[in-house]
């Protein structure tokens, strides 16, 4: 059997390090030029402009990071997508009042929330979303974390669309030439572990459908990443 043929969870040291790490602070970029390099953005603007047909009035993205991959997204829907509320989540913050002023440009309004992502979604406050995304963010949970967190989202919103990476002996190999690009140590250990707990086949897809969801897609996409949408498939009972 393949090392590969099933997931393997290891902490990422990023997740460990205080925001204002050096290290932090210097693997944070490496991510941006990494999610570049994977084409995250485009694929998830692509997922978003197909399966949201409506422009969206409110949009939520957990595992937010520093905001700038959803800003390369909104960057491609702005020009059709006017007067978004978006909110970021993530258990650490890192928005600054410069992001929120390029996300004002483009005519979108941001709100950051700073809290566990199980903590913010087990809240009964009522406030729903046209959708969900997430970008390299499910990965970090086992199956039991992910089965839980899926029961929890998809009551607050109808659709949730995640890119993540592939687990694959080619995005793999990918993670081990990151020293060409400058990329530090940090970096270097979270990514290929962050490969060895990606996605392939129908495996989120199996976990939402246990959740009480509707899988709408769920693929391959390039040559290093895995894309998922869902719908919550709400029982009529639970409709908002």
Excluded at 66 to 92: H, S
Excluded at 178 to 188: E, H, S
Excluded at 206 to 227: I, N, Q, T, V
Excluded at 230 to 240: E, I, Q, T, Y
């Amino acid at each position: 059997m393949s090392a590969l043929a099933r997931r393997s969870l290891v902490p990422e040291i990023l997740d460990g390090l205080a925001a204002d790490d050096t290290r932090a602070i210097r693997s944070r970029r490496d991510l941006a030029r990494i999610n570049a390099l994977m084409f995250q953005a485009p694929i998830m603007a692509s997922l978003m402009r197909k399966y949201l047909t409506r422009q969206p009035c409110r949009l939520l993205e957990i595992g937010a990071g520093d905001g700038t991959f959803m800003l390369k997204v909104a960057r491609r829907l702005a020009p059709d997508w006017r007067e978004v509320d978006l909110t970021m989540l993530d258990r650490i913050g890192l928005a600054t009042p410069k992001l929120a002023a390029d996300f004002a440009r483009l005519g979108w309004t941001l709100e950051t929330v700073t809290a566990d992502v199980f903590d913010w979604a087990g809240k009964a406050d009522g406030k729903r979303f046209d959708a969900i995304t997430a970008n390299l963010f499910l990965h970090h949970f086992d199956d039991d974390g992910l089965h839980r967190l899926f029961s929890l989202l998809r009551r607050k919103a109808p659709l949730i669309l995640a890119t993540e990476p592939l687990r694959a002996k080619l995005a793999l190999a990918a993670a081990r030439l990151l020293p060409a690009i400058g990329a530090n140590d940090v970096t270097r250990h979270d990514a290929a572990h962050s490969v060895r707990a990606g996605f392939r086949g129908s495996e989120l897809s199996d976990l939402w459908s246990a959740a009480g969801g509707r899988p709408l897609e769920e693929r391959r996409a390039g040559p290093f990443s895995h894309a998922f949408v869902g719908a919550a498939g709400l029982p009529a009972g639970d409709a908002p």
